[in-house]
């Protein structure tokens, strides 16, 4: 790589660990995305952004392949911590000049700088409002936002007023066939339900049904290295309505 190459490698690899940092609150899904300069979609929407999950892992898989190709080439690097991704960008970040002269440095410039451009497009929008689903009234489909995650929100297209809680909940409904990891589902159910506690303590909690055989795995999928069981939303959230109702009994 020349040092213009080898520069923006640097800046992109500096990027890459910012925006992954960003990623756990753009997959809360806080705000829904749309393109401004395009037509609507009417695709239905999900309390959790797909993309972004999707690109985390691409993120995962993608730094940490590079890292091992490094230290496969020089054992005697020191490497990062298994678990941390931003520890995984600064080995790169170090040893950039070991990349910039080797033979498959062109490769690592063009996936890591595609990654960045990836996470940019998924983590650099406005998220000033909340998504809550396409209005319906009539046959309305105009996609309805709120700026607050309670009280109601108007169609400005019909004029027919919606609920929010009530359009927040239908949409983690729809979301029921979708397959997550704990800390995935643990983070829709908080934001997005009537979840307990944080979103730490959700994790946990799914884990622990899933350790005591109160839920299923549907697959695995591996995140740095470590196999991460999937798990059916629906399943979860009519565990959560089973605790609630043993609560109110």
């Known amino acids: 790589m020349c040092a213009g190459c080898t520069s923006l490698l640097e800046v992109a690899i500096v990027n890459i660990s910012a925006y992954v940092q960003d990623l756990p609150t753009v997959l809360a899904k806080l705000t829904r995305y749309g393109d401004r300069y395009g037509g ?17 892992w691409v993120a995962v898989n993608t730094v940490s392949t590079w890292c091992r190709v490094l230290l496969e080439e020089t054992p005697s690097l020191v490497p990062p911590a298994k678990k941390d991704m931003p520890a995984h960008c600064r080995f790169l970040l170090r040893h950039v000049g070991r990349l910039r002269v080797a ?5 690592a410039f063009d996936e890591l700088t ?25 046959g309305c489909a105009e996609d309805l936002y709120a700026r607050s995650p309670l009280g109601t929100v108007v169609c400005r297209v019909c ?10 909940a ?57 196999e ?21 009994g």
């Open 103 to 107: 033979e498959y440095g062109a490769e």
């Open 170 to 226: 239908w949409l983690l409904k729809e979301a029921e066939d979708r397959l997550e990891t704990a800390s995935g589902i643990a983070r829709a159910v908080t934001v997005f339900g009537d979840g307990l506690g944080g979103e730490a303590q959700m994790a946990d909690r799914i884990r622990t049904w899933g350790r005591r055989n109160r839920l299923t795995p549907h697959g695995h999928v591996t995140v740095m290295g470590h």
């Open 40 to 56: 609507r979609t009417r695709e239905r929407s999900l309390p959790v952004d797909m993309r972004a999950s999707e690109v985390g």
């Open 159 to 168: 004029g027919m007023e919606h609920d929010v809680p009530e359009r927040r």
């Open 228 to 248: 991460r069981a999937l798990y059916r939303v629906g399943e979860i959230l009519d565990l959560l309505a089973q605790d609630a109702e043993r609560r109110v």
């Open 114 to 138: 595609d990654l960045e451009q990836q996470l940019r497009r998924v983590c650099d929008r406005p998220a000033d409002r909340f998504y809550v689903g396409p209005c319906g009234a009539g």
